[in-house]
């Protein structure tokens, strides 16, 4: 069985802040971990993934994230926040067949 | 490239009312999945293929019929409407392997009254 938790479903920072969105997975197998990035009323696109190798992954838009494998954790983070930056980010986990297991969210304000 | 292609973006049924939620992907990925995103609980998987003519139930399927007759479309039936099913749904598409990423839709807004 696999899992999502993201902790903080709202995030307010203000901008030129460092930006940090928690996850933390549970998975039986070596877990392939996704970020996604919702603006409102579209899609989700994704952001940055980790599949195997170095555990420091850069995404688009200046975004990058760690996989802990002692703490089980992925969290998000970016230096500096932009306004461009407003939107609800998804943490996903695959582990098995195509079942891509998502947490609830977390809403990202970012402030003039 | 379209991607992957939602139709109705908006919807309003009645309860007990049936409809169908259409998606097509143009990239030839063999698995699509279906997901409802509601407040506070993140996208819950309804209904996923691994290629034609192989369906499964995700998390949350109660409600729903899919069917897997061509690669690229995957449409999802709603038998009878009720105002639980009110969400936003969401449709994706990716490669086989685990490593690879799902490519969204840009969803449908169902609202039953």
């Known amino acids: 069985a696999q899992s999502v938790t993201q902790l903080g479903s709202h995030v307010s920072v203000s901008e030129g802040a460092l930006v940090l969105l928690r996850c933390n997975y549970s998975?039986?197998?070596?877990?392939?971990l996704f970020w996604y990035v919702q603006y409102p009323n579209q899609g989700l696109q994704l952001l940055l993934k980790?599949?195997?190798?170095?555990?420091l992954v850069k995404g688009i838009n200046g975004f990058e994230a760690e996989f802990k494998k002692s703490e089980t954790s992925f969290h998000l983070t970016k230096p500096s926040a932009h306004m461009s930056d407003a939107a609800e980010y998804f943490c996903?986990?695959?582990?098995?067949?195509?079942?891509?297991?998502f947490g609830t969210g977390t809403r990202l304000a970012v402030r003039p | 490239n379209a991607g992957v292609t939602q139709t109705p973006k908006f919807q309003v049924l009645k309860t007990g009312q049936s409809m169908t939620l259409q998606c097509a992907q143009d990239m030839n990925h063999e698995y699509m999945s279906w997901y409802r995103q509601d407040p506070g609980m993140g996208l819950r998987l309804i209904h996923y293929s691994v290629g034609a003519g192989i369906t499964d139930q995700g998390e949350v399927p109660n409600g729903y019929n899919v069917s897997r007759s061509t690669t690229e479309d995957f449409p999802l039936r709603l038998l009878s409407a009720a105002p639980s099913q009110t969400s936003v749904y969401f449709c994706?598409?990716?490669?086989?392997?685990?490593?690879?990423?799902?490519?969204f839709g840009q969803g449908t807004r169902l609202t039953v009254v």
């Open positions: 998975s039986s197998v070596p877990p392939y």
């Open positions: 994706a598409s990716s490669w086989g392997q685990l490593n690879t990423e799902a490519f």
């Open positions: 996903a986990v695959r582990s098995s067949g195509d079942k891509l297991t």
């Open positions: 980790y599949t195997t190798g170095a555990t």
